[in-house]
């Protein structure tokens, strides 16, 4: 009974391709987020969506493309993938917006470009 | 720019005995404090947090303690369990801003039988 789920878990691509992850939850949240976790460990916050809106978007390139079609899934599109797009991409939801809400993570997605 | 420091890439800790993790802030805005276990091929998971108008809170085995002129945070965990054994990561956010959540680079915790 997977709360926040991504798909796939792994993806091997080659430099240029356009790719996407997925991301659903089913805990009823209005907001979600995309985390990127880079070879130096570090957690950082791409995107925000709050009931299909973008609330957060980071200095993030233009080729990384957020899609909400509904508040319960939030994909990731990349587009002309680099080599420095390698990292693990992590999914989370929170009840609302603003406030103390807890972030529930999925369990990450390894993108690898070769 | 690290606004969140976790200086100790790793820790081992006997089982039974207290865990100490200590996390660095810079940012005078952050006022709302959270750790995060992750296990490997898992996402991270919520463990506690505080918020700067305490200095403690506490949940089972699991103490957060604040010292805001310090601008640190730690975790304890008393008495360790093998099944601790994990990544742990201090993430802070500003009060009343947006939900972003700015993470520490994690610490390891390994807790031996």
């Known amino acids: 009974d997977t709360a926040v789920s991504q798909t796939p878990k792994y993806l091997v691509t080659q430099m240029g391709n356009d790719k996407s992850i997925k991301c659903e939850q089913n805990?009823?949240?209005?907001?979600m987020y995309w985390y990127k976790q880079d070879s130096k460990k570090f957690l950082k916050i791409m995107f925000s969506?709050?009931?299909?809106?973008?609330?957060i978007n980071e200095t993030v390139p233009n080729r990384f493309s957020p899609k909400s079609p509904d508040k319960a899934h939030l994909n990731l599109h990349i587009n002309s993938l680099e080599l420095g797009d390698s990292a693990v991409y992590f999914c989370?939801?929170?009840?609302?917006?603003?406030?103390?809400?807890?972030?529930?993570f999925g369990p990450g997605t390894r993108l690898t470009v070769l | 720019d690290q606004q969140v420091k976790q200086n100790s890439p790793s820790l081992s800790v006997q089982e039974g005995r207290i865990s100490i993790l200590n996390c660095d802030y810079t940012?005078?805005?952050?006022?709302?404090f959270l750790w995060y276990k992750k296990y490997p091929a898992e996402g991270p998971t919520f463990l506690i947090s505080?918020?700067?108008?305490?200095d403690k809170n506490e949940d089972g085995r699991f103490t957060v303690f604040l010292n805001k002129s310090a601008k640190h945070l730690s975790l304890h965990i008393v008495p360790s369990q093998p099944g601790d054994s994990a990544v742990y990561f201090c993430?802070?956010?500003?009060?009343?801003?947006?939900?972003?959540?700015?993470f520490g680079k994690g610490t390891k915790l390994t807790v031996n039988p």
């Open positions: 989370a939801s929170s009840p609302i917006a603003g406030g103390r809400n807890t972030q529930y």
């Open positions: 940012n005078s805005m952050f006022d709302y």
């Open positions: 805990l009823g949240h209005d907001t």
């Open positions: 505080i918020s700067s108008i305490k």
């Open positions: 969506y709050n009931n299909k809106e973008l609330i």
């Open positions: 993430a802070a956010r500003v009060e009343g801003g947006s939900e972003k959540l700015v």
